[in-house]
């Protein structure tokens, strides 16, 4: 593969002068997923995951998320036929916001899940909204019901729910690995028939140049104060980056990659999973990084809900998930980038992803075919 330094084709304009913003756009300095963290040591994963969600600065930014979080109240309360006296489970329900729409949508009985220490604030915020107590009942029957709890060690006090609602989507939609706990709320309480919200996500793939970046962050180690650093550059460069990409910076097609539907997808088939892609370059430019990033849809009502994380779309917590190349690929419109994108559970962490991808490049300027790893932690 052609490196930066290299003279560029005529066609193509030069990779650090193009006029597109890096992918630092909105969100301040772009933040590699293990600098997120910043849990004791004497913790484990699993102990660091339920505390991290316990502190109210994680559900702030997640409430303020307009995007995320009217979509739920949009797909709750636009279809309130779907939602009235029915059963619902919301997993992982946090500060309860999904367990009051829910319940203001009529549903006879709300069952919120949460492990986290913020149940004890969720029962005190629904009880301050009263929504502890139907105030329209005949009796005094209880709407909401914070459960402290892992969703795999309690019993709820029904044995089926009608639907249930989950924000379980993580960076690179499946991080964290709380889709496999849906799946088990799924397949032990969801009535035949039931629903669930959101009932589809899709994970997409595209290519950006981003050089401004790659400058400022990457190749900056190799010569620091005059001492080469390359050691630490290489452990950058096998960093996913978190962070949002300009629109602009989109130089190829989009590929889909994954396609879940929540309602039939097994824990079998997210364990570990690969996908082929082709990305067709859409000008003559570099290629310096994929951007991964998904949809969700809520498709079972009358009034359907969609959103996006993608370059193109208004900004969201979860961003979009960039994995830079070890070089830069020079590509000439019309080219095609392709390879395989392999994506497992970390054996020793769960909650962690490991992807590996495979590029191939056969164009006038470039050539390569390798495979690189990265660790999503």
């Known amino acids: 593969m052609s490196s930066p330094a290299a003279s560029p084709p005529t066609a193509l304009p030069a990779a650090s002068t193009n ?12 933040t590699p997923v293990s600098e997120l963290k910043n849990g004791a040591a004497d913790v484990t994963a699993a102990d660091y995951y339920f505390q991290s969600y316990s502190h109210f600065g994680i559900h702030e930014e997640m409430l303020k998320d307009k995007v995320r979080t009217l979509a ?3 797909a709750i309360l636009n279809n309130q036929a779907l939602f009235r006296d029915k059963v619902v489970l919301d997993v992982g329900c946090g500060t309860g916001i999904l367990c009051m729409f829910a319940a203001k949508a009529g549903a006879k009985a709300v069952y919120g899940i949460e492990c986290a220490s913020i149940a004890v604030q969720a029962k005190q915020i629904v009880a301050d909204n009263k929504l502890d107590h139907s105030q329209l009942a005949r009796d005094t029957q209880r709407i909401i019901t914070i459960i402290q709890g892992k969703v795999e060690d309690i019993e709820l006090p029904v044995p089926h729910v009608d639907i249930i609602v989950s924000e379980w989507m993580g960076y690179f939609l499946l991080y964290e690995s709380m889709l496999d706990t849906v799946l088990y709320a799924r397949d032990k309480w969801l009535s035949p028939g039931g629903l669930i919200l959101p009932d589809r996500c899709t994970m997409y793939v595209c290519g950006i140049e981003d050089a401004e970046y790659r ?8 010569s620091v104060y005059g001492f080469k650093m390359s050691a630490i550059q290489r452990m950058a460069v096998q960093e996913p980056l978190v962070d949002t990409a300009n629109a602009k910076q989109v130089c190829t097609s989009t590929c889909k990659l994954l396609d879940v539907d929540v309602l039939t997808v097994s824990r ?17 430019d570099y290629v310096h990084a994929y951007v991964v990033y998904f949809t969700c849809d ?30 830069p690929l020079t590509v000439c419109k019309g080219e095609t980038v392709s390879g395989v994108m392999r994506v497992r559970k970390n054996d020793k962490n769960p909650r962690d992803l490991d992807i590996e991808v495979d590029t191939r490049l056969a164009g006038k300027h470039d ?8 660790r999503l932690r």
Do not use: Q
């Not at 006029?19 to 772009?30: K, Q």
């Not at 370059?311 to 070890?326: F, G």
């Open 268 to 284: 079998a088939e997210m364990h570990g999973w690969e996908r082929d892609f082709t990305l067709r370059m859409e000008r003559d």
């Open 367 to 374: 050539k390569c075919s390798n495979t690189k790893m990265f």
């Open 19 to 30: 006029g597109v913003a890096p992918a630092v756009v909105s969100s301040g300095e772009a």
């Open 72 to 74: 739920y109240r949009k």
């Open 298 to 327: 809520f498709s079972l009502g009358k009034d359907k809900v969609h959103f996006s994380t993608g370059p193109a779309a208004p900004y969201t917590h979860w961003k979009s998930t960039i994995l830079y190349l070890d070089e």
């Open 215 to 222: 400058t400022a962050k990457l190749d900056w180690w190799s």
